[in-house]
T-cell receptor, first 116, second 116 residues
Framework: AQTVTQSQPEMSVQEAETVTLSCTYDTSESDYYLFWYKQPPSRQMILVIRQEAYKQQNATENRFSVNFQKAAKSFSLKISDSQLGDAAMYFCAYRTRQGGSEKLVFGKGTKLTVNP | NAGVMQNPRHLVRRRGQEARLRCSPMKGHSHVYWYRQLPEEGLKFMVYLQKENIIDESGMPKERFSAEFPKEGPSILRIQQVVRGDSAAYFC??????????????FGPGTRLTVT
């Protein structure tokens, strides 16, 4: 079974600085997708960025980028120029397609605090 | 373009009562997923449905829990004879027809169930 591990329960960053959140996963599949979701205090799950495993190029969305290391099964999220609104729980997720299902497997999350 | 709708947002039930959680997917989406989030945890997959079909229920407890997605109307997650351990946030997500492409799952705001 696939597992996703986020080893940093909490992280903090100064406003305008850069922070990197770590994520590792375990799978025997070769074709899969990885996601980062943001959950602010409102509890709404918001998709931040996604990465297709077959693409070597790291995904980027404005201030958010990933470092995808397929061999190491690592998928970290970098937030540049951190803003107060970035404060939230961040969840790394793996999308399996095993057995015809499309379910997401989530890590336990990293709570990000942004200090003014 | 309305997003995924869930109701109620908050639900309080006494032990032994039934809880019914509703989810209306985004327009044009025919796939629905239910996830449960316990306090301080990530989201855990429960069930994946298409119209009138359960595709994957590997995350559903064997007893007391059931889900449906009828031809007409919202998807329903039903919990019979609730116990305190059922207290959690229940999230619904929807996606377009999957077919080898990473169609993102869009999440609703969640229903927070409290069992007293």
């Amino acid at each position: 079974a696939q597992t996703v591990t986020q080893s940093q329960p909490e992280m903090s960053v100064q406003e305008a600085e850069t922070v990197t959140l770590s994520c590792t996963y375990d799978t025997s599949e070769s074709d899969y997708y990885l996601f980062w979701y943001k959950q602010p205090p409102s509890r709404q799950m918001i998709l931040v960025i996604r990465q297709e495993a077959y693409k070597q190029q790291n995904a980027t969305e404005n201030r958010f980028s990933v470092n995808f290391q397929k061999a190491a099964k690592s998928f970290s999220l970098k937030i540049s120029d951190s803003q107060l609104g970035d404060a939230a729980m961040y969840f790394c997720a793996y999308r399996t397609r095993q057995g015809g299902s499309e379910k997401l497997v989530f890590g336990k999350g990293t709570k990000l605090t942004v200090n003014p | 373009n309305a997003g995924v709708m869930q109701n109620p947002r908050h639900l309080v039930r006494r032990r032994g009562q039934e809880a019914r959680l509703r989810c209306s997917p985004m327009k044009g989406h025919s796939h629905v997923y239910w996830y449960r989030q316990l306090p301080e945890e990530g989201l855990k997959f429960m069930v994946y449905l298409q119209k009138e079909n359960i595709i994957d229920e590997s995350g559903m407890p064997k007893e007391r829990f059931s889900a449906e997605f009828p031809k007409e109307g919202p998807s329903i997650l039903r919990i019979q004879q609730v116990v305190r351990g059922d207290s959690a946030a229940y999230f619904c997500a929807s996606s377009r027809l999957a077919g080898g492409t990473a169609y993102e799952q869009y999440f609703g705001p969640g229903t927070r169930l409290t069992v007293t």
